[in-house]
């Protein structure tokens, strides 16, 4: 059962200090600007963070520790193959999935 | 003396541009949409199995807006876990949303302080990605940016939120079987796709990757910080070397 006052607390505390770190550098560079370095350095931030995010997902699958899954490794370099070719996001979405449920009824019986 | 902002000649031609950017920003996210659906579905249900009301979810999703940090937030108070703790720990979740801040933040450059205030609350994953994959490809000003960003950010916000509320009141009757886990994991391989040009940001995404899968054992989530930190110092370095 969940603690109602807690609940609160940590709805109202986490909202407010996840706006905080969304408007932090909005904010800071109302009136100041990157340097060039600094801008450089930003570049690399899409494609570090959205790899690292999912990562870990797609080689870990949700509830296993260490058990690696080989369908959803090769399921998803699928999708970014497809992604580099077509450049089309359904595309993406749809060969990844596909891709997934293949490996997994073609490797299911092994 | 500050005087009144003239109404532009070409106005009527503004309001068309901002109209039709105000349908790309929404469009551009329309492919993401179904992930979200089933995501927003899902966490909703899973409020619901923790004991949460309606409205309580409702609050929590418009309040922190921040679909990992909530689900984590609500597994750790059935779990009593204490509330500094809850907090930190989610905190370290959204504290991506700092990058995302910092990267955006050059792009607009020129608005301001009130419109800041607004944009802040919809930067997450899928508004930064589209926008950001969307200033880099062109030429525009902060304005078409912001009507851009906004309805981006705001409909996939939306969408989260509604989905999740219908995920609370439909609860255990959404069928769990399909990968569906698999299609959030897709839709950040879509997004990544219009970043990965020249070698290296081939390299730092590669280091990010493996950083992630190594170190994702380290406590807070502080393991996606680290291996982001490691995957931007990577890119840097190729790229000052090359």
Request: charged share 10%.
């Amino acid at each position: 059962m969940i603690d109602r006052p807690a609940f609160w607390i940590v709805t109202i505390a986490l909202g407010a200090a996840t706006y905080a770190i969304r408007l932090s550098f909005l904010a800071w560079s109302q009136s100041r600007t990157f340097s060039p370095r600094v801008k450089r350095l930003l570049d690399f931030v899409p494609v570090t963070v959205l790899p690292a995010l999912i990562a870990p997902v797609i080689v870990f699958p949700a509830g296993s520790v260490d058990a690696v899954d080989p369908a959803r490794i090769l399921a998803a370099l699928v999708a970014l193959g497809v992604g580099l070719w077509t450049k089309n996001v359904i595309a993406v979405i749809l060969s990844g999935i596909g891709a997934l449920m293949l490996a997994n009824s073609v490797l299911m019986p092994l | 003396m500050p005087s009144c902002p003239k109404t532009p000649d070409n106005f009527d031609a503004m309001i068309v541009n901002q109209t039709a950017t105000l349908r790309a920003g929404t469009f551009a996210t329309l492919p993401y949409q179904p992930a979200i659906i089933i995501f927003g579905l899902v966490s909703g249900a899973v409020m619901a199995e923790a004991g949460l009301t309606l409205f309580e979810t409702l609050a929590m999703t418009v309040i922190v807006l921040g679909g990992a940090s909530q689900l984590a937030a609500v597994q750790m108070l059935t779990e009593q876990t204490s509330v500094a703790v809850i907090v930190a720990t989610c905190i370290c979740i959204n504290l991506r949303f700092g990058m995302y801040s910092a990267a955006l933040a050059p792009w607009f450059s020129g608005m301001p302080a009130r419109t800041r205030l607004f944009a802040a609350y919809v930067v997450h994953d899928q508004s930064f990605g589209v926008a950001l994959a969307r200033f880099q490809s062109r030429e525009e000003d902060w304005r078409a940016r912001m009507v851009f960003f906004l309805a981006a950010g705001g409909i996939t916000a939306l969408v989260w939120q509604l989905t999740t509320g219908i995920g609370h009141a439909l609860g255990a009757r959404i069928p769990d079987a399909l990968p569906l886990d698999f299609a959030m994991p897709m839709i950040f391989i879509a997004m990544v796709v219009p970043f990965l040009k020249g070698r290296p940001k081939w390299l730092a995404a590669i280091v990010a990757s493996g950083a992630a899968l190594a170190l994702r054992d380290l406590p807070l989530d502080l393991g996606l910080l680290a291996a982001t930190g490691l995957g931007i110092a990577a890119g840097y370095w190729a790229e000052a070397r090359a």
